[in-house]
């Protein structure tokens, strides 16, 4: 009987052990962003499309892949992010077009001030030939494939401790920029004295006084409750954000022609989801920042073509001096081109 019981233990555990060979290890795809890592209401596009993502492909693959978020930056800022994707630390990333740029400096051109009227019009630029042409030389350079262009909760504005109403209102002020060189151009044509900060430092920068102000948008200023220090929002609409997501494309052609099938619908999810989060949070997020204490100012129309005739062009000119001249006046027709079509669309 002890040998009947002996033999019959051996055979279970046998059996437990050849289940475990037979059942694969899911493949896990690590997910950093500097974003929350929840959905909410006024909240980042960028968080609802990343947890789409990652119920979608967890549920379609049967769970032959896991998705691991790494949202709030826990990872690293943006550009340490995208490194990590490039070298296979971490597999996906969303990030901003701004620290894009200097990977691909033709990415840039997508925050060229006054060039998307509308969100609409923006979506439709992105999704279209333009956007994937975009994503195509980003992946030669950089090894990452855009997956989407989702919106980075809309416009950017200016934001700063004193009102500012007008190009001269900037003169000498210490304005905290992105490391898009555009955008510094752009400051710098303003009269501003740009500092380059990292969005984890911002608000202690701004207490301190290493910085003034800054540009970003609405729901990213109202998330790091930076009218705390800087009450003052002038809605000048000058650039429009992005948030695109990226894979690292060595990773993405590891993997079974039906499970990139399933990345790629994941994503398309992923954006929809975003767009319409982002837009609508933009829709909710001013009423929030006023109750908090932050201070409007719209722009007159001649004060806005003030603002666009004195930075557009510099902006312009710094883009296409990183892209070098001959590209860069390709890239910026195409993205003409695009959006004169998309007007006529919508």
């Not at 795809?29 to 979608?56: H, L, Q, V, Y």
């Not at 262009?149 to 934001?159: A, E, F, M, T, V």
């Not at 004195?310 to 312009?316: A, H, K, M, S």
Request: charged residues 20%.
């Amino acid at each position: 009987m002890k040998k009947l019981l002996s033999n019959v233990f051996t055979f279970v555990i046998m059996l437990v052990a050849f289940s475990g060979w037979a059942i694969a290890e899911p493949i896990v795809i690590k997910f950093g962003f500097t974003s929350e890592g929840e959905i909410r209401m006024p909240g980042t596009g960028r968080s609802a499309g990343a947890i789409a993502f990652k119920d979608f492909l967890e549920v379609n693959s049967d769970g032959r892949i896991k998705v691991e978020l790494y949202p709030n930056g826990t990872l690293g800022n943006n550009r340490t992010l995208i490194e990590s994707a490039q070298t296979g630390v971490i597999q996906m990333v969303g990030a901003f077009t701004s620290i894009m740029a200097p990977f691909a400096p033709e990415v840039g051109v997508t925050q060229i001030p006054y060039m998307f009227e509308n969100n609409l019009i923006a979506w439709k630029v992105m999704e279209g030939p333009f956007g994937k042409e975009m994503a195509e030389s980003f992946l030669k350079k950089t090894g990452l494939r855009v997956l989407g262009w989702p919106d980075g909760s809309g416009y950017r504005h200016i934001y700063s401790e004193k009102p500012i109403k007008s190009v001269a209102d900037l003169k000498g002020m210490k304005m905290r920029v992105p490391e898009n060189p555009g955008l510094l151009a752009m400051f710098r044509a303003w009269g501003a004295k740009t500092v380059t900060i990292t969005w984890q430092e911002l608000y202690s920068s701004l207490q301190t006084g290493m910085a003034e102000g800054c540009d970003t948008e609405l729901y990213s200023m109202y998330s790091k409750k930076l009218y705390e220090v800087n009450p003052y929002v002038t809605m000048t609409r000058h650039s429009f954000n992005l948030h695109p997501y990226m894979i690292n494309e060595a990773f993405f052609q590891s993997l079974s022609k039906e499970d990139q099938t399933l990345v790629l619908q994941a994503a398309d999810l992923c954006n929809r989801v975003a767009n319409g989060h982002s837009l609508t949070s933009s829709l909710l997020v001013k009423s929030k920042m006023e109750e908090a204490g932050a201070k409007f100012y719209y722009p007159t129309a001649a004060q806005i073509a003030e603002f666009k005739r004195l930075g557009q062009q510099p902006y312009i000119d710094m883009t296409l001096r990183k892209i070098g001249e001959k590209e860069g006046q390709m890239w910026l027709e195409k993205l003409n081109a695009a959006i004169k079509k998309a007007e006529s669309e919508i």
